[in-house]
């Protein structure tokens, strides 16, 4: 059965004759409303079958100069998409094979032609080209789903080797197409426990759904993703995975940001009600230290009064201390140079580097990184990073890396020690008022540095691994200055 009512049909032969007979055989098809035209010249058949104008062709293979080989090749390397039957004059085993493997829907000899022959040839041209038309066309479909998606979509081998991956993947990782390719998609992982639990996941269950983790870009950076793998059987029988890397990384930093803000909000406010209901009662206490000393001048009495108005003092200072670093900071915004705030953090710190013999290593842009900052106070954040990593170090062992960059309209200034780290529990209390891993200290100034770097619309992360060092990434906003 025909799968259409009518056809057209282009026969490509130098001798009329051949034509005539041939035209006569698919007219003689019962049921088929067909239009036959005949072309003789190479060049003119090839325009034909670039324009399309045609649903089906035979060529010939003599044609002069040139074959239907020829013919057939030029035609596809130019986008031809109908069907090409190739005819001869006598069976010939390798021009059949070389014209199937070109893409030649039949391969007929022309003394063995008939109307039933012809009819079964144009009838699987048509459907096959049906077949060809929709596969291409959703081809497309998903080929451009798969070009123009914001994720990373791969394909991977059953060892997990990347064989395709969409552009995505230059904005996510800063690699091109051509650099993935082959590399294996465990090398893109950056905690060891991931890539030994992915590989046990896909092994056992075939497929991973929903996971986050960490992947490092082409700068050394990382990006947080979900990632969703499954296994597909391939036309070959072997196994391959398909996968895709949805990129969370801003809106991780975003949660981060706003969860300590909150925690910084919460914070703020129980300060000044502890504050208020601790001063009242301690003013009282002052008051009334100061009446009875007065009265009584017993020296062994007043020795214990001196006591308690010293101590009644410190909690005074503590809690002064306490707002002052709760309390928004007040600070005049100016045009300043990232580089200079920076050099002048460096060089308050450098008595204290040369005394524990302790190595700098500083990393400038060529180009001038503008800020809006106030000089004192961003110095004054900055140097308490600095004296903390310099506290954490060993003695003659210890390298401080302090590196500046711009990243689109943000510079990024990197504080990296190799002292003894912060445990991963740990790190979230960070910033929080009171916390603090020294014997002697408050835990007052990591709070303060967190208020002064919000004031300047500064955004901090931290990356630490005990035993290993502690980096700090600051990333101010470029002024345009």
Known sequence: MILRDSVKILLIDDDEDDFIIIANYIKSIAGFNATVDWCSRYNEALDHMCEKNY???????????????????????????????LLTGQGNYKVDLQAMELGAVDYLVKADLNSEKLERCIRYALERADTLKALKANERLYRGIFERSKDVIFITDDQLNIIEVNEAVNTLLGYTREQCEGTNVCDLITQAQHKKFLQQSLHTYGELHDWELILNDKTGDKKIVILNISKEPGADGKNYYQGIFHDITSLKKMEKANLKTEKMAVASRL????????????????????????????????TYFNIIRRNSKRINDIISELLSSSNPVEIALKPNILQVVTDNTIAAAID???????????????????????????????????INAIEAMEEQKGMLSIRLMQKDAHAQLSIRDNGCGISEENLPRLFEPYFTQKRNGMGLGLALTLNILHAHNANVEVESEVGKGSTFNITFPLSGN
């Open 271 to 302: 300060v000044h009600t502890l504050a208020h209901e601790v001063r009242n009662p301690l003013n009282n206490i002052n008051l009334s230290i100061e009446q009875i000393m007065e009265e009584e001048h017993d020296d062994g009495l007043l």
């Open 352 to 386: 204290r580097l040369n005394l524990k013999n302790i190595k700098l290593q500083v990393d400038y842009p060529s180009e001038t990184l503008n800020v809006l900052a106030d000089k004192e106070k961003l110095t004054m954040a900055l140097l308490n990073i600095v």
């Open 55 to 85: 649903d089906i062709y035979f060529t010939d293979y003599r044609l002069g100069a040139k074959t239907g080989i020829d013919l057939l090749k030029e035609s596809l390397e130019r986008g031809c998409e109908q069907p090409i039957v």
